[in-house]
């Protein structure tokens, strides 16, 4: 072939496909299926940038004092995707953001004033602070980086709370669940219930406990063995939260608990030497365990209690005694509750986003009565983004959801700190994403994008 | 406007890539004043058709590096000059002179390969090793496909000196030959020899090469976008990037659509390559044959990268003392050709990237391969004793029994070497992109995450539930490797049938592909979904 006829052939290839494009429209539907056709205009003309807020425009390095967090896509259980259906051309709707108001000024510091008044009296009592959130804080991420802070700065110890089966890795701690010297990975060992995630998961009644899971053991069905063994250790990598000195673990009355010859009180702690980093737990008998709790007598205690896949309404769904229990006999000065991020994919009007509001208020408020000593913070999702086509942009209802959070919080007097504008606002996932702070899924941070977040966060909190 | 300056203006963040349009109307642009100069095949013809496709790679280069050009210009002087200089020295008896001349190439050559690639990983070994905190005040970036055309010039300044290749007299013609743009950034790494005589002779394409070239493609296009980039990024990614929110499975299944993903990735973007060359009338060496049909490491790194397998043989292997000699010293063959072929894969990592876990990456591809050589010799004496031993029965039925155990063991070595090459990847994937300190600890800790999730956080009652979700990246992994571990004779045939069929069929297909592909160029990204909780 003569090189002019190639160049011909690859004329006539480009002219077919501009007048493919030029006759088929953005989106068609083949049998069900969505057919996107690129067009000329997008072709032709070059997006320079991203489209980003104004408060934007700071490179990832110089975001200040906020972090980042968001939900992944909240599917409380395992549902198959929503098939596409044939459907008439239709535009993502444009959302005029919300109109600012006054309460979206309001620095709301000030409604953790009692939080931050147990903080001055760290030095001899304990502060709890018990941080919920969905899978960005799994692993003790986010969480870690506060903890550190606030035990660098108030003191304290200990890792907090962690359940009896521990299905994901934590940062901080090493756990090892054993039967008969078997250890028990995922599926096996005691029973676990949870009240989020799939229905199955379920237990009859609302006793869940304040980590919203509980294991159900039985030592006496298992033959040859009268005991569970549970050895928890603190890692190098949580430093300032290493040492702890008392264990306190959560349990009906059915259960004993032991550490060596000692036993741990039911409604209490069992004092530990100052430089304890492990410890081996025995655990028998019938009944439920809510948690192990490894703390100090004094300063900081901060829990991680990741929920994944959840949107934060559950709470209504764990018993009211339970939680006041708890968060009587612990000192709860504070609860963090980190959610939203799983609502953003299947949020599409402002509606939808004023019932997840709703729903947030009324655990905000079942919270407050059980924890009337505790001030509260919510953490609303960070950006997200979704793709249109080959562009990937912020989901259009985060903005909205975000200033709605932020008005929540002025109404029920909780502080609200905004990870959708610790990120730079719309754009500021993928900014996170080119910087190496968020994974390729743009809805999770790496570890390094978790640091940070929890970093701001923790300067947030410290009113630095 | 925007589409012009996005073609022919330099922007970083915007290179110039095979997959995207720009790339394609670039070429249509070239092609047209190729066209122009190809009207008549004269001598003089030729000589302005190298001139013509230099200036169009150097562009090319620039728009993908912009003042890194220098470098490509430098090192395209230095090395044509001293190849001379290498030459003169041979004919005249001087071997001395020409060693030095072509040490002084070579050590131009890699002083810009260690300047731009090493540096950092240099600064952070001298610090550990004597405890100092020196750091690169200035940010080096790496200049695109520096690596490939380093080792190009140098094949060609030791092929002088070793008298397997003439020195190229005219300078635009060996611009050319180091810069040609297809291969210019990502390989293969062709040496002068194989390159250089295509330059002098006139174009010529059949129409049966035409649709060959058509071909590659789209056979490289499909690769990258739909077995590579999709699976990246609705999968794979994800789960290199929190292995810890991910089941053991979904680890597993991750790990082993990286191999995929980095072969179709690589090789996908070696057939564009070599489909570009061709339309324009060069030929392009095979870079990649089927690698995960290998039954062991070593055959594996002859299917894989070929050209850089080469020319690590011959520039690395050899000169270290093959199988004769260990440093300079004559020792048992078996021993020498083991150590030197692990030095060589030890380099052979470090060439992909500056950090250790590319060298431990290397290291442990060096391993397999002398664990495999030394299971081969084994088994081969334990077989030869064994028949010297005892007479064993033969029969046709024995022979068909033989054949049929032979396929399975070819199965299972197939099957084992492509789990072996995929778990050292854990080491490759971890790290890359990354400052040599950054990667190491993040290769590190990411690998031991996937092989704690492998091993223990295994929820088999999961599976049904995430090959149903992710049903997409599963189907096209089992289609990609299906189609990978089709039979060689199979794929030529589809491959010719492909290249005969009529320009407008041909054409017709090309318009299908590129409607498909934009599908998943486009396509949603993937519900992130929990199966464990």
């Known amino acids: ?464 | 406007m925007g589409f012009l300056r996005h073609i022919f203006a330099f922007d970083s963040h915007s290179p110039l890539l095979f997959t995207q349009l720009y790339f394609w109307v670039f070429l249509a642009i070239v092609y047209g004043g190729f066209a122009l100069i190809m009207m008549r095949q004269t001598r003089r013809r030729l000589h302005l058709r190298n001139v013509y496709l230099m200036l169009v790679s150097w562009f090319f280069y620039y728009k993908t590096s912009g003042i890194f050009l220098f470098i490509l210009a430098t090192l395209t002087l230095s090395n044509w000059l001293l190849a001379f200089a290498v030459r003169r020295a041979r004919d005249r008896q001087a071997d001395m002179r020409a060693r030095m001349w072509m040490t002084l190439s070579i050590l131009i050559n890699l002083g810009f390969l260690f300047y731009y690639k090493y540096a950092y990983f240099g600064v952070d070994v001298f610090n550990s090793v004597f405890g100092t905190h020196y750091s690169i005040v200035d940010k080096i970036i790496l200049p695109v496909g520096i690596s490939f055309y380093v080792f190009q010039v140098t094949s060609y300044i030791v092929d002088v000196y070793r008298r397997t290749v003439q020195p190229v007299r005219n300078i635009l013609d060996f611009g050319f030959y180091v810069s040609f743009f297809p291969q210019l950034v990502a390989g293969p790494i062709v040496r002068a020899s194989e390159f250089i005589p295509q330059l002098y002779k006139p174009f010529s394409l059949s129409h049966r090469m035409f649709g060959l070239a058509v071909f590659w493609i789209l056979n490289g296009l499909t690769k990258k976008v739909l077995l590579s980039d999709y699976l990246a990024v609705n999968l794979i990614d994800r789960v290199f990037d929190n292995p810890l929110l991910f089941t053991g499975f979904e680890n597993l299944f991750a790990l082993f659509a990286y191999s995929l993903q980095v072969y179709a990735d690589f090789s996908g973007y070696t057939d564009i390559a070599t489909g570009v060359a061709l339309l324009l009338g060069f030929y392009l060496p095979q870079n990649f044959d089927s690698p995960y049909k290998s039954r062991n490491p070593q055959e594996f790194w002859r299917r894989w990268h070929q050209s850089l397998s080469r020319w690590l043989k011959s520039y690395v292997y050899i000169p270290l003392g093959g199988n004769r000699t260990l440093l300079g010293r004559k020792v048992n063959k078996l021993w020498a050709s083991n150590v030197n072929s692990f030095l060589t894969m030890l380099i052979g990592g470090l060439w992909h990237g500056a950090s250790w876990n590319f060298v431990i990456w290397g290291g442990l591809n060096g391993i397999g391969m002398i664990v495999a050589k030394c299971w081969k010799a084994l088994k081969d004496a334990v077989w030869g004793a064994v028949t010297r031993r005892w007479t064993l029965p033969s029969g046709p039925r024995i022979q068909a029994l033989k054949i049929h155990l032979l396929r399975v063991d070819n199965l299972i070595c197939i099957l084992l070497t492509f789990t072996f090459i995929t778990f050292t990847r854990l080491f490759f994937r971890s790290g890359s992109n990354l400052d040599p300190a950054t990667a190491n600890r993040v290769a590190w800790e990411t690998a031991v995450m996937m092989m704690q999730q492998i091993s223990g956080a295994w929820d088999s009652a999961i599976i049904p539930s995430f090959l149903w979700q992710y049903r997409s990246v599963v189907l096209l992994f089992i289609i990609g490797m299906s189609i990978h571990w089709l039979p060689t004779h199979f794929k030529r045939w589809y491959r010719l049938n492909f290249a005969l069929l009529p320009w407008w069929v041909i054409m017709l297909i090309v318009v299908a592909v590129v409607m498909i592909v934009y599908q998943f160029v486009t396509a949603d990204l993937q519900p992130f979904i929990y199966f464990q909780f």
């Open chain 1, 1 to 464: 072939m003569k090189p002019i006829r190639i160049f011909l052939f690859i004329l006539l290839t480009l002219a077919v496909l501009a007048v493919v494009c030029w006759l088929l429209p953005t989106k068609s539907y083949i049998a069900g299926n969505e057919l996107r056709s690129p067009q000329l205009r997008e072709v032709l003309e070059i997006e320079d940038a991203l489209p980003t807020d104004t408060v934007a425009a700071e490179s990832v390095d110089t975001i200040a004092a906020e972090p980042v967090l968001r939900d992944t896509i909240v599917r409380d259980t395992v549902v198959a995707k929503p098939k596409p259906q044939p459907r008439p051309k239709r535009v993502v709707p444009v959302v005029e953001e919300e109109e600012d108001t006054a309460a979206d000024t309001i620095d709301t510091h000030i409604y953790l004033t009692r939080f931050y008044a147990a903080l001055q009296g760290a030095d001899t009592a304990v502060v709890r602070v018990v941080h919920y959130g969905d899978s960005q804080v799994e692993g003790d991420r986010i969480t870690m980086m506060v903890r550190r802070a606030l035990q660098g700065r108030y003191g304290g110890g200990g890792a907090g709370l962690v359940p009896l089966h521990q299905t994901i890795h934590m940062r901080t701690v090493t756990h090892t669940l054993t039967m008969n010297g078997a250890t028990q990975s995922a599926g096996q060992g005691p029973k676990r219930y949870l009240v989020y995630g799939p229905k199955s998961n379920r237990r009859e009644g609302n006793l869940y406990g304040p980590m919203g899971q509980v294991a159900v053991m039985n030592t006496a069905l298992v033959k040859g063995s009268d005991s569970l063994t549970l050895h928890l250790s603190t890692t190098k990598e949580s430093i300032g939260e290493r040492y702890y000195n008392r264990l306190r673990v959560l349990r009906s009355a059915g259960v004993q608990a032991k550490v060596g010859q000692h036993q741990v009180p039911l409604n209490g702690t069992l004092t530990l030497p100052d430089s304890t980093s492990k410890v081996t737990l025995q655990l028998c008998g019938q009944g439920d365990v809510y948690g192990i709790s490894m703390e100090s007598d004094k300063g900081v205690v901060v829990d991680n209690i990741p929920m994944r896949g959840c949107a934060g309404t559950i709470f209504t769904g764990i018993a009211a005694e339970q939680l006041q229990t708890f968060f009587d006999a612990t000192q709860t000065r504070l609860i963090i509750l980190q959610y939203g991020g799983n609502v953003v994919p299947y949020t599409k009007t402002k509606m939808d986003v004023r019932k997840y509001i709703e729903r947030i208020r009324r655990q905000v408020q079942y919270l407050k009565r059980c924890a009337p000593e505790a001030d509260i913070l919510f953490i609303g999702p960070s950006d997200m983004v979704q793709r249109d086509g080959g562009n990937i942009q912020t989901y259009p209802m985060v903005p909205v959801m975000d200033t709605m959070l932020q008005r929540l919080a002025v109404d029920e007097q909780i502080g609200y700190y905004s990870l959708f504008r610790a990120m730079g606002g719309r754009g500021g996932m993928q900014r996170w994403r080119e910087a190496g702070l968020a994974g390729s899924d743009y809805i999770h941070f790496t570890r390094r994008g978790a640091d940070k977040a929890g970093e701001q966060l923790a300067k947030w909190l410290m009113n630095e």
